[in-house]
């Protein structure tokens, strides 16, 4: 045979194969723009949520495997429909999981099933009991942001990504629900976040910007419709409470850890002052019933064998003295101190094993508990961790930080756990850069810090 008749045959066979694979995996009914996103979250060792918005109505369910390319062995949720006055968006429960396995998703769209990217994800359930892994987190960026940093959080492979609040910056107060629809698409169509949201199981709790207007509280015109977009878009964990204009608080365990998440500005009453006399005392939480929660698993956490991290969307550490206290605070923890001396009591009474993670503040920072003990007498001395912000300008907030802050755009954090299932659970908190390197805080010491939680021995 002659060596140009081969090299013709040779291509056509090729052509011949890419063809096959193309109709085998791919079917050509659906646009690409079918679906606006996806991605998964309310992550558990056997079920995940899965949220989607798609263009037009559809009838949708998911496909689910541990295999990425043949989808073999595969099983599906149950259907759904998104329908033009829900913004077609909907979202569905993936359960009868195993633990400790990569799962990878795709969406069927009326029948139809397409292998194109921008309709599938992966998420890894997490074992039951003592395991070690990575979790990132980060807050305040730009709505809709497609930064390099998402990419470079990607490349950390976490179990799980937390946004720690202002997930936008729309600052809605009017045109409530309708305004929070676009907000959360520009956030999730982004093609930067979605590769990222894809990649890996998403959990979120709100800030001021993305929840209302800087610095807003439950006076806020839109707290209903903030809190029902919330509850309907988002892959969340199961809430606390479930009131019209109940908080969005949740909680979650990963292995040994439970991760509190609590929502400290649906709720939130301001302090009153008169000049630097303050009038009336604030409340983050809002009511006891909050309060109580949050107490409550605390202590179920300890009494279980579990370390906590806490989510406080706003800065812990601020008080007279520090380097960015004002005498009228009203935001941050600095003018709720009985509220926070409640807590650190609270703490300290019941010897409860736990650490906190911030967002709000445009900067990373870090705190051994040297400067976080509001108990009375002392007795709780917490560590913290700031990391911020993804892509919005630096700035410094509350303070000190015993292992020093630095405030400049591009930055996060991350939680590495390590637990062999022994007395206690070790935790590395790292604050990196854009490109992923270490942060130099102000003092020029590597922002990095080992400390170990002990599991109580009553569990």
């Known amino acids: 045979m002659k060596p140009k008749r081969k090299l013709t045959l040779s291509i056509m066979g090729i052509i011949v194969v890419i063809s096959v694979l193309y109709w085998v995996f ?3 009914n659906l646009a690409d723009d079918e679906v606006a996103y996806v991605l998964a979250g309310g992550l558990t060792s056997r079920s995940a949520v899965v949220s989607f918005n798609t263009y037009r ?11 990425a390319i043949t989808f073999a062995n595969s099983h599906y949720s149950a259907y759904t429909e998104t329908i033009a006055e829900n913004y077609n968006t909907s979202k569905v429960l993936l359960d009868s999981l195993q633990p400790d396995t990569q799962y990878y998703y795709r969406l069927e769209i009326n029948d139809t099933i397409d292998a194109f990217e921008g309709y599938s994800g992966t998420f890894t359930t997490p074992k039951d009991g003592a395991f070690s892994y990575k979790v990132a987190f980060g807050s305040c960026m730009v709505t809709g942001s497609n930064s390099d940093i998402f990419e470079q959080i990607a490349r950390e492979d976490p179990l799980l990504f ?54 807003s509280d439950a006076s806020s015109a ?12 988002i892959p969340h964990y199961p809430l606390a409470f479930q009131e019209d204009k109940a908080p969005i608080s949740q909680t979650f365990s990963l292995g040994r850890v439970r991760f509190i998440l609590t929502d400290l500005r ?52 601020n008080h007279e003295g520090g380097p960015n206290y004002d005498c009228d605070e009203d935001d941050d923890w600095g003018g709720f101190p009985e509220e926070r001396q409640a807590i650190a009591n609270f703490v300290k009474e019941h010897q409860i094993p736990i650490s906190i993670i911030c967002g ?46 630095r405030s400049r755009s591009g930055q996060y954090g991350t939680i590495e756990v390590e637990d062999n299932g022994g007395n206690e659970v070790c935790l590395t908190w790292t604050a990196k850069d854009k490109n992923g390197n270490v942060v130099q805080s102000n003092t020029e010491q590597e922002l990095s810090y080992q400390f170990c939680l002990p599991i109580s021995s009553d569990s």
């Open 360 to 405: 709000d503040a445009h900067m990373v920072a870090m705190d051994d508990g040297s400067n976080s003990d509001y108990a009375e007498g002392g007795g709780a001395p917490i560590p913290v961790f700031h990391a911020a912000p993804i892509d919005r300008y630096g700035s410094y907030k509350g303070g000190p930080y015993s292992k020093g802050y």
């Open 57 to 67: 109505p559809a009838k949708v369910r998911v496909q689910v495997s541990t295999e």
């Open 162 to 215: 937390i946004s720690t609040g202002d997930l936008h910056y729309e600052n809605i107060n009017r045109n409530c629900e309708a305004n929070f629809i676009q907000a959360y698409y520009r956030v999730f169509s982004s093609s930067a976040q979605s590769k990222l949201y894809r990649s890996t199981a998403f959990a979120y709790m709100w800030d001021d910007h993305d929840y209302g207007n800087n610095n």
């Open 26 to 28: 791919y079917t050509p």
């Open 266 to 317: 649906s709720q939130k009453v301001k302090p009153e002052y008169d000049g630097c006399e303050r009038t009336k005392v604030g409340t983050n939480f809002g009511s006891e019933a909050h309060m109580k929660w949050f107490q409550d698993q605390m202590l179920l956490a300890k009494d279980s064998g579990q370390v906590v991290v806490w989510l406080s969307g706003i800065p812990y550490i």
């Open 222 to 233: 839109c707290q209903q419709d903030a809190i029902a977009a919330y509850r309907d878009f």
